[in-house]
């Protein structure tokens, strides 16, 4: 049986927020239910298509899913337990944000085997919370963390967010001493981006390019500031025993989440939903981002209509097949992004070829530049070289 994971996508927010720019929106429930009846169509039509394959994560993201009510949430996850055969420690993470769960809700999760939640906090203060456009202030975060803990979830994940407008030290470390003493088993740490086609675009977009410029700005923080927020990140959170796994991720003890490490080792993945990711069989695809036209095919092939299609799945939008070379690529950009970096033996296992017969000029240089090193059979960023790691990974684009 060939290991798999799947990645659902709940297109749904209670609100949008002011920064985002994923493939989510207000939707109200009856387009909800119309969307997991499709949803559920998809699982099944998928699961018919590949086989020896057994699926060891699964990862419900959005959107906000725990916006979702529980039966829908129950009808994805028994949906994907009877179409696919799912490995009984299989990890089921589901996105979450704060006001949206209730005691009966997680009851529901327990009972349908969801074992890991992920929760968007985003930041402890409340005027950076508003300026967010979030839908919850810290308190209500805190009552959500509560509920959580109670329903007896014991691996949990914290989003937080570094790099926001008028960010201090003293406001990031308010944050992360608020997160840390509630000692969740995950934090993830992400810098703020400013994406084209969000109000934080269109209020922020010349400071971007002064950031990005390395001059002063006016409202979020320099270049300068931003590195320095990031580093006191890292530092704070690995005195408080998270230990930096990849770039932007921070676990205790062996609470890693075993999804994203399946992303970057490049384990195979369907992306079930709208606008969903797949990579199977070396292929790359994209699912459609219309919902509704989304919606129409699903209930199409649940009426038993053939929809003719030259793509591998009427779900997806596009379809292209790796060549060897942007596999390499793809396992030297991925890898490179964990802590541990890449195995030698794994690149010569699915390349059949040395990896030194391909990089070794590059990661001498690099080695000699200092922002890389080798240990055990591995080859890592060192930390200089994830504080460039942009740069130092287009070194592995072949045919530059
Ligand atoms: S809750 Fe998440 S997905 Fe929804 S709008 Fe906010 S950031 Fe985007």
């Known amino acids: 049986m060939t290991p798999i994971e799947l990645y659902i996508h709940i297109p749904f927010c209670v609100k949008k927020c002011l920064y985002c720019d994923f493939l989510s929106g207000v939707f109200d429930e009856k387009m909800q239910r119309r969307y997991v009846a499709a949803l559920c169509t998809e699982i099944k039509y998928m699961a018919s298509q590949v086989h020896g394959v057994e ?22 996850i028994t949906t994907v337990k009877s179409s696919f055969r799912v490995n009984p420690l299989a990890e089921i993470s589901v996105e979450c944000n704060p006001g949206t769960l209730s005691a009966e809700k997680l009851n529901v999760y327990r009972s349908v085997g969801i074992n890991r939640l992920s929760i968007g906090l985003q930041s402890a203060n409340d005027d950076e919370l508003k300026e967010l456009g979030r839908i919850h202030d810290y308190n209500r975060f805190l009552h959500t963390f509560d509920l959580v803990r109670k329903a ?101 003890g062996e609470k890693v989440c075993r999804h994203n490490i399946g992303y970057w080792d490049r384990v195979p993945y369907l992306g079930l939903g709208l606008g969903a990711a797949t990579l199977y069989q070396n292929r790359r695809a994209d699912n ?44 030297m950009f991925l890898g490179l992004r964990k802590i541990d970096g890449v195995n030698r033996s794994d690149f010569f296992n699915m390349f059949g070829i040395d990896i030194e017969a391909i990089y070794g000029p590059i990661i001498t240089a690099l080695r000699n530049q200092g922002f890389m090193d080798a240990k055990e059979g591995r080859l890592f960023l060192t930390d200089i070289g994830i504080d460039v790691s942009n740069q130092v990974l287009a070194q592995f684009l072949l045919d530059k």
């Open 152 to 252: 007896g979830f014991d691996n949990v994940n914290v989003d937080i967010m570094t790099g926001l407008p008028h960010q201090t030290v003293e406001k990031l470390e308010r944050t992360l001493n608020a997160v840390t003493m509630l000692r969740p088993e995950h934090i993830s740490a992400y810098s703020l981006i400013i994406e084209e086609g969000t109000p934080f675009y269109d209020k922020y977009k010349f400071d971007a390019v002064k950031q990005h410029a390395g001059m002063e700005t006016e409202d979020l923080p320099t270049d300068e500031e931003s590195y320095h927020l990031y580093k006191y990140t890292m530092d704070y959170l690995e005195k408080k025993g998270y230990k930096r796994y990849e770039i932007s991720n921070y676990a205790r």
């Open 288 to 331: 459609i981002r219309d919902i509704y036209k989304y919606c129409e095919i699903a209930e199409q092939i649940a009426e038993g209509k053939e929809i003719s299609t030259e793509l591998s799945s009427p779900f997806y939008d596009n379809e292209e097949t790796l060549s060897k070379k942007e596999a390499m690529e793809e396992f």
């Open 55 to 76: 699926v060891a994560t699964i990862y419900v993201g959005g959107g906000t899913p725990s916006w979702l009510s529980e039966d829908l949430m129950d009808s994805i």
